[in-house]
């Protein structure tokens, strides 16, 4: 499959232009790697390229050579008119499986080459560390044997990497799926257990065999939660994440522990992001008069990010307990996205 019949190759690149896509080069290969960027993320632009730029793989000719899941969101992230019971309704009773707390892993193959990528680089110490650890696993175990036509996806645990919030018993690669370069389809759960163990001898992700009212209601202390798929005859299904409530109350107490464990405690950062935001409101002076002017100078897509900041400087000048807590915000929102 080319690219230019997936996606719109020109808004692709005015993307990237804008700082909504990345595309990273393989060192010695003719490869490029998608993948939507930090601006897609603080501003929420999810469009027919970013949410298909999420580790999309794509030689020099312009063939599809790794095509990943598209991008999918919370159940508190989907739009508040979008009701999860009619699309259970509409698309019959979705597959369940855990949702493991690592990141994303692409397995792509170029002629006699091939490894694990992440979501946004070939070399990324992710990337590294999880094609590593599958050569040392085809060592022990034997080739790989994965279905012709289809992009196996993993979840890479990598806790010296980066930690992580669920704590593993090990480190490795969790496979999570296979999907069809050509549609974006899914592979059949049953035949995926299949590759996992009898095949392949990989770990994998649990079943959940409930309702999806059965998965919102649940929660388990030490799983991140689960996720939804409808699968859809001849396209990407539709996929709905469903985070456990104890996982996102230890989620915030770990991101606040590891920034106050840091050793700067995340003043590094806040002290960029105050410069940053300083330059802006410094340059929006210069030519702007009116509030209006200010916010549209504040909202440019190389600036939206330190808007709040900006907005807190130019407005609060006097109340610095007003601004931190603004710059403090944006300390954590970067590194989440992170």
């Not at 289809?150 to 704590?167: G, L, R």
Request: hydrophobic share 35%; with cysteine; aromatic share 12%.
């Amino acid at each position: 499959m080319k690219l230019s019949e997936y996606i719109d190759t020109a808004k692709l690149q005015r993307h990237i232009s804008n700082g909504l896509v990345t595309a990273r080069r393989h060192n010695t290969l003719p490869l490029t790697i998608y993948c939507y960027g930090k601006t897609a993320v603080f501003n929420h632009v999810w469009d027919d390229v970013t949410t298909k730029t999420r580790g999309l793989i794509v030689d020099d000719s312009g063939e599809i050579i790794a095509r990943p899941y598209e991008k999918f969101f919370s159940i508190d992230q989907l739009p508040t008119l979008v009701d999860v019971h009619e699309i259970d309704t509409q698309f019959g009773p979705p597959v369940i499986t855990e949702k493991v707390n690592g990141c994303l892993g692409i397995f792509w193959k170029y002629g006699i080459h091939w490894g694990i990528a992440s979501k946004g680089s070939f070399h990324s110490p992710h990337a590294e560390f999880a094609t590593k650890w599958m050569e040392q696993h085809i060592e022990e175990h034997g080739p790989l044997v994965f279905p012709e036509g289809y992009t196996p996806v993993f979840e890479i645990v990598c806790q010296e990497v980066q930690p992580h919030v669920i704590k593993y018993a090990k480190d490795g690669l969790v496979l999570l799926s296979f999907v069809k370069v050509e549609t974006g389809e899914e592979g059949d759960r049953a035949e995926v257990v299949n590759y996992y163990g009898n095949l392949n001898s990989l770990d994998r992700a649990f079943s959940f065999n409930g309702t999806l009212d059965e998965a919102l209601s649940m929660d388990r202390e030490h799983y991140e939660g689960l996720v939804a798929t409808y699968n859809i005859p001849g396209q990407a299904p539709f996929k709905l994440k469903i985070k456990f409530p104890t996982f996102l109350k230890n989620r915030k107490a770990f991101y606040e522990a590891q920034r106050l464990k840091s050793d700067d405690g995340g003043k590094e950062a806040y002290n960029r992001i105050h410069s940053k935001a300083a330059e802006i409101v410094k340059e929006a002076l210069v030519v702007c008069t009116e509030q209006k002017e200010f916010a549209m100078f504040f909202q440019k897509p190389e600036n939206v990010f330190y808007a709040p900041a900006c907005f807190a400087m130019l407005n609060y000048d006097e109340d610095k307990d007003r601004q931190k807590r603004a710059i403090w915000r944006l300390v954590d929102k970067e590194k989440n996205a992170s």
